[in-house]
């Protein structure tokens, strides 16, 4: 597709179970972030992939949550023992990611809204 | 990043210009200044970005005063659909890491 493609779009689920959340980012772009929004809030930064550097993962709030991007495309934010607290959208974004000066538009897909009863 | 400071909220009448600031005491020299807004239940969405020079594009101005210490998104009719968080922060660029989004600003336009 043209844009970034996240999935599933809602996710209902119980406290304790593991949950996945997919991200398909633009053909060709190197970067990856995801982020997450609590309602009414702004965006809190989770963890931002860069071709095949290291993830900066400064922003995973607890050891529960983690991402891998394979082969540098499409990545997976897992959160393990769901808690309520985790309920909000997940945005993924993904970004060109070269050394364009002037570049680094982020394209942010619709979201996975995740609730944990 | 450097960290960015936006009124939590604004109105607008409808056709009239909506003026947005924001504060970027901090910024560096090689960090430019990105708009985004997000429209309710939707992803956010790239407005306008620059350096020092203002710029405009089809949705909006953006001024850099020359201290580069503020700025202020301008849509110069507003229209009910512009009802949005608009978000501004600062990145170095393409290969710039996280960026940090603050709350943004609530811009409310009425008829």
């Known amino acids: 597709g043209a844009g970034v493609s996240q999935s599933p779009s809602n996710k209902v689920t119980e406290k304790g179970k593991d949950v996945e959340l997919r991200c398909d980012p633009i053909s060709g772009h190197t970067a990856l972030y995801w982020y997450r929004q609590s309602l009414g809030q702004g965006l809190e930064f989770l963890i931002y992939?860069?071709?095949?550097?290291?993830?900066?993962k400064s922003g995973l709030p607890s050891d529960r949550f983690s991402a891998e991007r394979t082969g540098g495309s499409v990545s997976t934010l897992t959160i393990q023992r769901t808690q309520q607290e985790d309920s909000a959208v997940y945005l993924c974004a993904s970004s060109l990611g070269v050394s364009r000066v002037g570049t680094g538009e982020l394209f942010f897909g619709e979201g996975s809204r995740l609730t944990v009863l | 990043d450097a960290k960015t400071t936006q009124p939590p909220s604004m109105d607008c009448a409808e056709g009239r210009a909506a003026n947005l600031p924001c504060n970027h005491s901090t910024i560096s020299g090689n960090e430019y200044v990105y708009w985004y807004r997000q429209i309710h239940s939707q992803g956010p969405q790239y407005i306008i970005h620059?350096?020092?020079n203002n710029e405009t594009n089809e949705m909006a101005s953006l001024i850099i005063t020359e201290d580069r210490k503020s700025s202020t998104l301008i849509l110069p009719h507003a229209t009910l659909r512009d009802t949005a968080v608009y978000y501004c922060i600062v990145r170095v660029g393409a290969n710039a890491g996280k960026s940090t989004f603050g709350d943004g600003t609530t811009l409310t336009v009425k008829p």
């Open positions: 620059g350096l020092k």
């Open positions: 992939f860069q071709g095949n550097s290291a993830p900066d």
